[in-house]
């Protein structure tokens, strides 16, 4: 329940910050005049971004909440009307595909006991395996769930967000081997008996999927959505419940756990994200590091300053710390970085190493070298001992830009890197998920000869249109829509005309993808979260987090001990 002292409080606290800070003005100045939208609108919907966590103590009184006092979109508190907000509101003609796409999504909502609780993967009737596209994912259901806040239907995403909690407190198990607490599904299905009337629900947690990998991303997906929940309505008093309370808290023992760790990355299986099947991205991969840094700092918005909440905001501080260094110097790539790399000595010793991995520059790949661009950068795929996976993947590096784990300079030069490398990356689909493709011997060892994964295919350098959402919130926080509408303009070309793949196959993406399912269900929502952000960029807040300067967390070991 939410505690009525606690929110009058902090309303009051809110109130006396600064609307924004200068760098934020500056910003709206640049988005307004590169929007050529009227400047009051951005204004007042930026100005309910973070407090900033350096001003927060985790040991007083001050919490690190969003502005939740003046944080209803536009479209809050609509019921689930058959208008789409985004048509009522244009005075221009929409894209006809706009529509097409707002019907699509609704036939794929599934209703449990009568409740929307989230949407199909897809809804494919020519295809004949149905797998387990007829489950409602997690991590697919993002860009659903996006779409409905955006269009002011937020109780989908609640009814979501309570029972994939709800699944977390069951007991998993793999054969003998039970799962840790809060592992999060990563899909579910209802199943309706027409006799008896009921509906049931069963979950999967990595036993069923293909090659039996947990879902990492899933419990930092459902906190990220929580988040935008709560920034989207206003309505505090969900995570604000002690079982979301809980529910954070459980995901966060998972990954802040001491264990053996040297980095402050999180170790993973293979295929543990929207990759999921073995690709070699295990060990540290980007996506998981990002959705991780991100998570953090959705949780340490959302935790209540109580015992157990503050124990978690330290720890969450302290490892944010670590991560964003740790990231931030060496998973980051630019011309620079490889010159230096190139010319790396190995097999130093000690703590005064250059080469820190001790990276031997024979195994830098030939293609990184006309890849790298003069002017941009990314974070690569990987980093762990003696070991850097130099691929380029999307999800990652968008999802650095809006958690602020890339800083300001980097997400401008991996917007660079978008637009230098455009063929290679967009193509004729947006957008690439990992460039370049593994080919002959290396796909052989590194997917273990996989017949969905061969070179340019499905998570092998195919495009999927999925990503367009995210590439257009990272293109509007780095002031740069013309790049967003330029890859909308090309998804608008084909998606409708195609059925909606799931991904598209080739070097440009001019194939269907040869087992891509049709009407797939977040290709659909991804492109109407592009539409509507582009719309109305003010819509960002809801996935984009502010740089902040995270506050050093106390130095707990002697001096001596490095010493
Ligand atoms: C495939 C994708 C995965 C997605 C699932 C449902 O397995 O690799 O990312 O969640 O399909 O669409």
Redesign the pocket.
Known sequence: MVDGMDVAHEMVLWKVEPQCSIAEADDFERLSRLLDRPRVKIERKLSFDERSLSELSVTGNLRPVDSYDSMCSPGAGRSALDTPVSLARNSFEPHPMVGEAWDALRRSIVFFRGQPVGTI??IDHASEEVL??DQV?V??FVPSAMAFLMNGEPDIVKNFLLKTLHLQSWEKRIDRFKLGEGVMP??FKVNHDPVRKTDTLMADFGESA?GRVAPVDSGFWWIILLRAYTKSTGDLSLAETPECQKGIRLILSLCLSEGFDTFPTLLCADGC?????RMGVYGYPIEIQALFFMALRCALAMLKPDVEGKEFMERILTRLNALGYHMRSYFWLDFQQLNDIYRYKTEEYSHTAVNKFNVIPDSIPDWIFDFMPSRGGYFVGNVSPAKMDFRWFALGNCIAILSSLATPEQSVAIMDLIEERWEELVGIMPLKISYPALEGHEWNIVTGCDPKNTRWS??NGGSWPVLLWLLTAACIKTGRPQIARRAIELAESRLWKDGWP?YYDGKLGRYIGKQA?KF?T?SIAGYLVSKMMLEDPSHLGMISLEEEKVKKPPIRRSASWTA
Do not use: L, P, V
Not at 273 to 277: A, G, H, N, P, V
């Open positions: 993967a897809a387990n596209y994912f991590r697919d990563a899909s293909i994200s929207m990759i999921d099947r499905y998570h799931e399912r797939q977040w």
